[in-house]
C-alpha cells in the first residue's frame, strides 16, 4: 500500500502494525531515508545491529548470489520473535531491483518466514520499477517516497535537535541557519552537531543572527549567488562583477551557470506558489529566500513571468553544455548568459 500523508506515514514509522511484512523507503535524499529506515528497524527489533535477529544486505551480496535474500527471508530467529531482514540498494541496477521485487512478492504471499520484516531502502524509484509496484500492490507492505524537506519541517527539526541540548537560536538566527542548510538530511544533521557544538551543549545560550557570523563564515559561493541575482534584476555591471569576483575566489564558469540555473529555478517555483493563491512573501519564504535578499526577490517575482523563465531555460541548458564540452572559456560563456538574462530582466522593466 501506498504511505503519502504525514501523519499516516508517521503513525506506520512510530508504530508500524504487528501484522506488517515489509516496508519500502526511496527517495533522492538518502540520509532522509536512511534516518526514518534507522527509525522503523529499531521499531521492529530491540537491537538492529543483532546479528541473530537481523540481516543487512546490498545490492553486492544480491549480485553475487541471489539467493541469499530468500535465504534470510525463510530463516527463522534464533531466540523467537521478529527477525530484520534489510536491504540498501545505492543504485539503479535492474539485478537487485529484479530479485528483491521477487522476494517481497514471494515474502507477502507467505512462502517465508511471516515473522521476518523486510526493510528496503533505495534511491526514487519511479512508476514503471517492478520493486515500487511489489510494495505499492501489496495489503501487507508499506510504499514511502521520502522527500527533501521543505523549509517548515527543517526549522522544526532544528529547533528540535537544539532543545534536545539545551540551546537554541532566535527567529532571525533560525531563518539565517535553516537558509544556509543543505537539503541532505545526512548532511544537514551534521550541521545542526557542529552548531550544537559552537553554542555549548547544556550552556542554555539562545543566539540571535550576530552571534552565528563567525560561524557560519562568508558561503564559497556567496558572489555567484550575488551575481545571479544581479543577472535577473538586470544589473549587468553588477552580475559581470559579481563573476568576475567569483573567478577569483576560483569558482568556475559551470558554477556560474548553475547558479544562475538555481535562481532561475527558484523564480518558477515560487510564481508557481504565487499561481495557486499563495502572497509573494509567503512564496519567497517557501522556496528558501534569505531574508536580506528577499526585497530585490519580490521586485523580480513581479517583474517575470512564468513563459518568460520557460523561454530562458534552453538558453542556460546550452551554456552548461558549451561550459563542459566546447573548449571555450567557461568565464566567458558564464558572462555571455548573465548579459542574456540581464538584457531580458531589461525588458521585463526591472
Known amino acids: 500500500m501506498i504511505l503519502s500523508k504525514r501523519p499516516e506515514v508517521d503513525r506506520f514509522l512510530g508504530h508500524p502494525p504487528p501484522d506488517m511484512r515489509a516496508c519500502l523507503l526511496h527517495g533522492r535524499d538518502r540520509g532522509g531515508v536512511r534516518e526514518r529506515a534507522d527509525g522503523l528497524a529499531r521499531r521492529i527489533v530491540p537491537n538492529i545491529d543483532d546479528p541473530f535477529d537481523v540481516s543487512l544486505l546490498t545490492e553486492t551480496d544480491l549480485d553475487q548470489d541471489a539467493g541469499r535474500l530468500m535465504d534470510e527471508l525463510a530463516a527463522l530467529s534464533m531466540m523467537g520473535g521478529r527477525r530484520l531482514v534489510r536491504l540498501k540498494l545505492t543504485g539503479d541496477k535492474a539485478g537487485p531491483v529484479r530479485i528483491a521485487a521477487e522476494a517481497l512478492k514471494a515474502h507477502l504471499e507467505g512462502l517465508l518466514n511471516p515473522d521476518a520484516f523486510f526493510l528496503i531502502e533505495a534511491a526514487a524509484l519511479d512508476r514503471s520499477s517492478p520493486l515500487r509496484k511489489a510494495a505499492e500492490a501489496g495489503k501487507l507492505a508499506a510504499a514511502i517516497a521520502v522527500y527533501e524537506d521543505e523549509v517548515g519541517d527543517v526549522s522544526r527539526l532544528v529547533r528540535e535537535a537544539l532543545a534536545a541540548d539545551k540551546v537554541g537560536l532566535t527567529a532571525d538566527a533560525l531563518e539565517v541557519f535553516v537558509s544556509r542548510l543543505p537539503k541532505e538530511r545526512g548532511v544537514m ?54 563573476l568576475r569576483r567569483a573567478r577569483a575566489e576560483g569558482e568556475g564558469g559551470p558554477a556560474a551557470v548553475r547558479a544562475m540555473g538555481q535562481h532561475l529555478m527558484r523564480l518558477r517555483r515560487a510564481l508557481t506558489l504565487v499561481a495557486t493563491g499563495m502572497g509573494p512573501p509567503e512564496a519567497a519564504k517557501a522556496v528558501g529566500v534569505f531574508w536580506k535578499q528577499e526585497r530585490e526577490f519580490l521586485r523580480q517575482l513581479r517583474a517575470w513571468r512564468l513563459t518568460d523563465l520557460d523561454a530562458l531555460q534552453p538558453d542556460v541548458l546550452e551554456a552548461d553544455r558549451q561550459c563542459k564540452t566546447t573548449g571555450y572559456p567557461d568565464g566567458l560563456i558564464a558572462e555571455r548568459l548573465a548579459l542574456n538574462i540581464a538584457g531580458r530582466a531589461r525588458r521585463r522593466g526591472l
Do not use: K, M
Request: proline fraction near 4%; avoid cysteine.
Open 189 to 242: 544533521r551534521q550541521e545542526i552537531e557542529r552548531l550544537v557544538l559552537y553554542l555549548g551543549p547544556g550552556s542554555g545560550v539562545t543566539a540571535n543572527a550576530a552571534d552565528l557570523e563567525d560561524h557560519l563564515g562568508v558561503e564559497p559561493e556567496a558572489s555567484l549567488f550575488d551575481a545571479a541575482s544581479d543577472a535577473f534584476g538586470g544589473r549587468v555591471a553588477d552580475a559581470q562583477s559579481g
